[in-house]
């Protein structure tokens, strides 16, 4: 069985009914297990519109949530120094979700490849925007 991290952006358009991202969310839940980072739920609840409140709830609550601990928070900074000193920008969410995956062994399903392709073992799962 197929297990899946999914990144922020994607859980977002779900809420927010983008039809693609509903279909491909329903698909992939019969076929694999639906994981976020703790950090992935911040985001969303930090976004959400007044009236999405009773949605989100509902829509997080789908997902098996993986906590933030040392093994995660010690390779999100790794990721972080290394990307700076590759003179690139990796954002600290990104970090944490990026290791929150590989920590897992699980397959990011992700709209910004970009943001993760320098990260090593790293599994993808690119989508278009």
């Known amino acids: ?5 999914l990144d922020t952006g ?8 983008h039809r693609p991202s509903v279909q491909l969310l329903r698909g992939m839940g019969k076929s694999g297990r639906l994981c976020i980072a703790t950090i ?3 985001e969303v609840y930090a976004g959400m519109h007044p009236q999405e409140q009773f ?14 601990n040392k093994q995660i928070a010690d390779r999100a900074g790794e990721y972080v120094y290394t990307s700076r000193q590759a003179g690139q920008r990796l954002h600290v969410p990104d970090a944490v979700i990026a290791a929150t995956a590989v920590t897992h062994s699980l397959t990011l ?14 599994s993808l799962y690119p989508l278009q925007a």
């Open 40 to 42: 992935t739920r911040l």
């Open 1 to 5: 069985m197929s297990r899946y991290l």
């Open 109 to 122: 399903v992700t709209l910004n490849t970009s943001d993760f392709a320098p990260i090593p073992g790293l």
């Open 10 to 17: 994607l859980v977002i358009r779900h809420l927010r009914g």
């Open 55 to 68: 949605a989100t709830q509902k829509l997080l609550s789908r997902f098996v949530n993986l906590d933030l």
